[in-house]
């Protein structure tokens, strides 16, 4: 048998005993990212129910807002056409107590003409 150098010795003693946990190391890290990767991809499919879920309830959201809005905008219709109408009523009351008042004032000048007539009568008279 052939005398081994010490390079020759250093070698085998580390391939004789660190390969065999450099590849049991390897082993481990390929399983390792086997099971990572398992997870991430659970992760995503979770995400994405999560995601589709999330998607669904603002439709649903959505929808509801939009159902809202359209009532409201008829009962704001429904409130504009009721003050328009509410408006010319006023405004109509408003010209019939006017013309009425411009009546009392005719009707009011008239009796206080007369009493002025009356007054101016009875002073003439008066002895």
């Known amino acids: 048998m052939a ?6 010795q250093v070698k085998k003693a580390l391939q004789d005993l ?14 390792i990212r086997a099971d990572l990767t398992g997870e991430i991809q659970t992760v995503r499919s979770d995400l ?3 995601i589709q879920g999330v998607r669904a309830d603002i439709r649903a959201l959505d929808q509801k807002i939009d ?6 905008t008829g009962k ?6 009721e003050t328009v109408s ?4 006023l405004l109509a ?6 013309a009425r008042i411009d009546g009392v004032d005719r009707e009011l000048r008239t009796a206080i003409d007369i009493r002025e ?3 101016a009568l009875e002073a003439r008279r008066a002895p």
Do not use: C, F, Q, W
Not at 76 to 81: E, K, M, Q, V
């Open 18 to 31: 660190l390969a065999p946990e450099l590849h049991a190391i390897r082993g481990e890290m390929h399983a």
């Open 86 to 89: 509410l408006k010319g009523e």
């Open 93 to 98: 009351e408003i010209r019939r107590l006017d």
């Open 48 to 50: 994405r129910v999560e």
């Open 117 to 119: 007539r009356l007054a």
């Open 67 to 72: 159902g809202v809005d359209a009532r409201l």
């Open 76 to 81: 704001i219709d429904s409130l504009r056409t």
């Open 3 to 8: 005398r081994m150098g010490v390079y020759d």
